[in-house]
């Protein structure tokens, strides 16, 4: 695929401006001023040069190399997170037209044939000024309610849209989130454009190990979902690290979660921002209340909030713009706002998030769709119907479960094999925070008078 | 079986199904060491709020993180059912 070529700074010339920018893994380190005049894709960067490339590496520090050497040379970046089955990785290749997979791991299955570019040790970067720059699309996956992911696309200047200029003293920043998602890649992109340190944890690391190494490169910004944060509260080592700031996004922040941290970190700054992959950063809370002041949904600034039937709807140049692949799919509305399908509700002067509309199931900040666990369901031979839907849970947020109906219901067989044998199926099938952590056989699932299934609402 | 000997076995069970290798369960195991991640202590509060009818991350206002199996057990055996 071609794109127009641009003028518009990509995020080597961030990284390359600001200097400074240090990512450092488990036993690696790369410094911002080294990776301008070098490339892991020695000989072969003109070959991606206007091409769809799928950013399928394992580890995140990978990852973080391939994406600021290629955006502006590639036409498009898809980042995958480092949990999707080769089936789902099909899809997304097929869908988003890709033409190259970048992986650090030789002989990894990727679900379709593609040219694999690993990435190497950098050498010397010989084509400087011979290759076109483009205005690199950057593609995030999200669920979808087909069965497949659906491909959120977004441009660099949206992507930093929420990052203010560098404070005086640099932050050390480390996630939790993992840098190909939404929340993660906003702390990655923070460090790159205002040339921080970034603590990346390895995929193999511990949790003590990780924040071990926090506690000694000084950490002083910290990341990740409130499930993120209740398993570090779970542990021996929250008081190792003494952060001046630590930030909760990606699920509701409930008050809990907030005291608890207050109590821990009596010094620092708690921030819960509202952002996701479609409506990008929305704001940042830090009165260490949960939910957030009714006077930002009046607001007429950088980022608009509407309520509409109980929903939260954003507009501001922070959003991504469409769906690849899927003409039918709007994600702007003809105002140019996005539903997030957030569900909202104002009491007094503060407003509230009551969970996701019926639907969409947040787990640890993983969005899922019921759909796409019904389909995996529904394809075992002695399944009728299925229904999933979430149930409340106070380490992870949510938690899927199913309702099946069999498709003998009146001699069905003994149960106990055909639930064995549906978590067989959904396990090889889907990613485990996918998988119903309970399944009940009912007798018959309702449905709508418009043919849909009877979903419980939010 | 006692509040304990159910935690114990549950933990067994949600280990085997998501394929962790456990820790041996002593008393003074740390929870984030044990092998167990935060998905499957999410599964395990569930299964143990089905079968002892009690789940106390979120009966009371004060939250209190257990960061031991013995003050995780310990939550479930202050927690009226």
Redo the contacts between chains.
């Keep these: 695929m071609n794109r127009p070529q641009t003028d518009a700074p990509c995020l080597l010339d961030f990284v390359m401006h600001r200097s400074g920018l240090r990512l450092d893994a488990y036993g690696a380190t790369l410094r911002g001023g080294e990776i301008g005049a070098s490339t892991i894709f020695p000989g072969r960067r003109s070959e991606l040069a206007g091409r769809s490339v799928l950013i399928g590496a394992d580890s995140q520090f990978a990852s973080a190399r391939a994406l600021i050497e290629l955006d502006g040379l590639a036409a498009r970046l898809v980042i995958c997170p480092p949990d999707f089955s080769p089936r789902r990785l099909a899809s997304v290749i097929a869908q988003a037209g890709i033409d190259a997979i970048v992986s650090d791991r030789a002989g990894k299955d990727f679900g379709a044939d593609r040219p694999i570019y690993p990435c190497e040790d950098p050498s010397p970067v010989d084509d400087e000024n011979r290759l076109p720059r483009f205005a690199t699309q950057w593609v995030l996956p999200t669920s979808g309610t087909t069965g497949a992911p659906k491909l959120v696309a977004h441009r660099l200047e949206r992507l930093l849209g929420a990052i203010k200029s560098a404070p005086e003293q640099r932050p050390i920043w480390a996630t939790f989130y993992d840098i190909r998602r939404y929340g993660g890649l906003q702390i990655f992109l923070r460090a790159c454009v205002t040339g921080a340190r970034l603590i990346l944890c390895d995929r193999e690391e511990?949790?003590?190990d990780y924040i071990a190494r926090c506690a000694e490169a000084g950490v002083s910004h910290i990341s990740g979902t409130p499930?993120?944060w209740?398993?570090l509260?779970?542990?021996?080592?929250a008081g190792l690290i003494n952060p001046k700031y630590v930030r909760l996004s990606g699920e509701i922040a409930d008050r809990?979660?907030l005291?608890?941290l207050r109590a821990v970190y009596p010094a620092a700054l708690i921030a819960h921002a509202y952002a996701s992959t479609e409506a990008g950063v929305g704001f940042e809370v830090t009165d260490g209340r949960e939910g957030f002041p009714a006077a930002l949904l009046a607001a007429n600034g950088e980022v608009e909030l509407r309520l509409c039937d109980g929903s939260l709807h954003v507009r501001s140049k922070r959003t991504a713009t469409s769906y690849i692949g899927r003409d039918d799919l709007k994600l702007l509305d003809d105002e140019g706002f996005v539903d997030t399908d957030d569900i909202v509700e104002q009491r007094g002067d503060r407003c509230f998030f009551k969970g996701r509309r019926a639907g969409v199931i947040n787990?640890?900040g993983l969005k899922v769709h019921p759909e796409e666990v019904e389909q995996v369901i529904n394809e075992h031979r002695d399944v009728r119907m299925s229904r999933v839907s979430a149930?409340?849970?106070?380490?992870?947020g949510d938690?899927i479960v199913a309702e099946v109906a069999a498709r003998d219901a009146e001699a069905p067989r003994e149960s106990g094999a055909l639930e064995a044998e549906i978590?067989e199926l959904c396990r090889a099938r889907l990613p485990?925070?996918m998988v119903p952590?309970?399944i009940r056989f009912v007798p018959a699932i309702d449905i709508l008078a418009s043919g849909k299934l009877a979903r419980r609402h939010a | 079986m006692s509040i304990r000997l159910t935690i114990l076995s549950q933990i067994e069970n949600v280990a085997a199904e998501q394929k962790k290798k456990i820790a041996p369960l002593r008393e003074d195991l740390i929870l984030t060491e044990s092998g167990l991640d935060s998905l499957c202590f999410a599964i395990l509060v569930a299964r143990l709020e089905d079968e002892l009818g009690a789940d106390p991350f979120t009966a009371s206002e004060e939250v209190y993180f257990p960061k031991t199996l013995g003050e995780f057990i310990g939550l479930y055996e202050q927690t009226p059912n």
């Design positions: 511990s949790l003590g499930s993120h209740r398993r509260l779970m542990s021996p080592h809990a979660i005291d608890a787990i640890g149930r409340r849970n106070p380490i992870m938690l978590f485990r925070h952590v309970t």
